[in-house]
Structures are given as structure tokens and as C-alpha cells.
T-cell receptor, first 117, second 114 residues
Framework: NAGVTQTPKFQVLKTGQSMTLQCAQD?????MYWYRQDPGMGLRLIYY???????DKGEVPNGYNVSRLNKREFSLRLESAAPSQTSVYFC????????????????FGAGSRLTVL | GENVEQHPSTLSVQEGDSAVIKCTYS??????FPWYKQELGKGPQLIID?????GEKKDQRIAVTLNKTAKHFSLHITETQPEDSAVYFC?????????????FGKGTKLSVIP
């Protein structure tokens, strides 16, 4: 089925370890996003890529890096994991809805649950 | 930027009753207001959205109303069913050149009691 695929679904890390979350979409969307979800905090934007070749910081970028590998793929890297990065991470993509600029529908992946000990 | 406040954080209703979730936003330039539903263990999914040029939109049992003057919008679910139990998020655009970021509310956990 078309959509957004995230890997891995679950990961346990020790403090200081590094890892990369992978995301791929097959809807030919231009924009891709990484959010984190914490209890009582909703969804907070970490980084986004408005189009292939560009990336920008969101609300909570510290401790993360991203790579827009091509139009389909957008990865999130934790260089030195900390317990505060324990969270559920969601990748999303969006494309414009017809001629309505500024009204993009986000399609989310199923999430990646990360625990940092 | 945009600040989105969502209330209540939890809501329990009897099956068949109505549920209302409210959100306020801060950026008067915002013109698009979506609602997402997140079922347990899944990613959020768009269920309805509204543009700033209309005051209400309905889709079967769900409706969204928008009051631009007061800068608030609401989700209404009528004749609730157990499968409506989920976390619901409202959102509004975060203004930024060349991007369509959304700022999300903190979510409302809706429980429909059979």
C-alpha cells in the first residue's frame, strides 16, 4: 500500500550510542517531516524538508540531524543519544492539495518507539 | 509562530452521545485547520479539515466549525461509537517562507463508553 514507511519500529539504545531512523514515502510528495510525540506534549516538529535538497529546523532540533537522501527518503540521526530523547518518532510527508497553496495534508508513518537507557 | 491550545485533554462520553473538542490559535493569518485522529499504536490520520473561507464543514458524523474573529475552531462528533475512541489533534499552519509546517495541539484522548 502507498504511504510512509518507517524503520525500525522499536529500538533500545544506551546513553551515548548513535542511530538513524529511516523514512521513505512513495506518494511523490515534495515535503517530509520528523515529529516526536511525548505524553501530554502532542506532536512537536524536529526537522523538515520542504523539498528535495533542503532541510530546516523545527521546534525541537537539538540533538538531531537529518538527511534528505532523495525525494523519497528522509532520515533522522541521533549522534549521541540521551534519555531525554526517549520518545515515539513519526515521519510524515505532504504534497499540495490541488491549487490550494498552504494547505498540505500530512500522511504519517506508523511511528518508531525509541528508548534510551 | 503559531500557538495552538486544545481542550479538554481527556473526554469520556457514553456511546451515542456527542463529543466536542475545542482549539484556539494565535496567528490571525492562519487559513487552514485540520483535525487528526490517532488510534492506538498508529500514526495520526487526517479526518477533516476546514479552510478559512467557510465557517462549518460536515462529513457524516463529524463536523468542524471555525470562528476566525475569536480565533477558535471545534471538532464535533455526533452519535459516538466505540471506534471513535482515540486521541484527536487539532493543528494550524506555522507561518514560514516556503513551507507548510503545522503546529499541533497537545491532543484530546476521547473514550466512548459502550
Amino acid at each position: 500500500n502507498a504511504g510512509v514507511t518507517q524503520t525500525p519500529k522499536f529500538q533500545v539504545l544506551k546513553t551515548g550510542q548513535s542511530m538513524t531512523l529511516q523514512c521513505a514515502q512513495d506518494m511523490n510528495h515534495n515535503s517530509m517531516y520528523w515529529y516526536r510525540q511525548d505524553p501530554g506534549m502532542g506532536l512537536r516538529l524536529i526537522y523538515y524538508s520542504a523539498s528535495e535538497g533542503t532541510t530546516d529546523k523545527g521546534e525541537v532540533p537539538n540533538g538531531y540531524n537529518v538527511s534528505r537522501l532523495n525525494k523519497r527518503e528522509f532520515s533522522l540521526r541521533l549522534e549521541s543519544a540521551a534519555p531525554s530523547q526517549t520518545s515515539v518518532y513519526f515521519c510524515a510527508s505532504s504534497g499540495p492539495q490541488g491549487a490550494l497553496a498552504g494547505a498540505n495534508v500530512l500522511t504519517f508513518g506508523a511511528g518508531s518507539r525509541l528508548t534510551v537507557l | 509562530g503559531e500557538n495552538v491550545e486544545q481542550h479538554p485533554s481527556t473526554l469520556s462520553v457514553q456511546e451515542g452521545d456527542s463529543a466536542v473538542i475545542k482549539c484556539t490559535y494565535s496567528d490571525s493569518a492562519s487559513n487552514y485547520f485540520p483535525w487528526y485522529k490517532q488510534e492506538l499504536g498508529k500514526g495520526p490520520q487526517l479526518i477533516i479539515d476546514i479552510r478559512s473561507n467557510v465557517g462549518e464543514k460536515k462529513d457524516q458524523r463529524i463536523a468542524v466549525t471555525l470562528n476566525k474573529t475569536a480565533k477558535h475552531f471545534s471538532l464535533h462528533i455526533t452519535e459516538t461509537q466505540p471506534e471513535d475512541s482515540a486521541v484527536y489533534f487539532c493543528a494550524a499552519p506555522h507561518s514560514g517562507a516556503g513551507s507548510y509546517q503545522l503546529t499541533f495541539g497537545k491532543g484530546t484522548k476521547l473514550s466512548v463508553i459502550p
